[in-house]
């Protein structure tokens, strides 16, 4: 038997017509703390909040080396 740290244990016998794979699951404290993250951050009026929080400073990161890049190629010589 794998230890609890590999992923994915697949064993296969000769005599039998069944594979049997098995995937460890990860630990509960992780998957709580990220699930509980993820719940705070990405629902409900948090989550709308920063997901418009991030487009307006996605558009900005955008934007601003944009505009910088078109005013020095177009410039006036």
Same mark, same amino acid.
């Given at each position: 038997m794998q230890p609890p740290e590999?992923?994915?244990h697949y064993s296969r016998w000769d005599d039998s017509l069944r594979?049997?794979?098995s995937v460890a699951a990860v630990s509960s404290t992780e998957a709580s703390c990220c699930?509980?993250?993820f719940q705070k951050l990405c629902t409900g009026k !948090?989550?709308?909040?920063?997901?418009?929080? %991030?487009?307006?400073? !996605?558009?900005?990161?955008?934007?601003?080396? %944009?505009?910088v890049t078109g005013y020095y190629v177009h410039k006036c010589k």
């Open positions: 590999s992923g994915v594979d049997e794979v699930r509980r993250t !948090l989550g709308v909040v920063m997901k418009v929080l %991030g487009g307006i400073a !996605l558009f900005w990161a955008i934007f601003i080396p %944009g505009y």
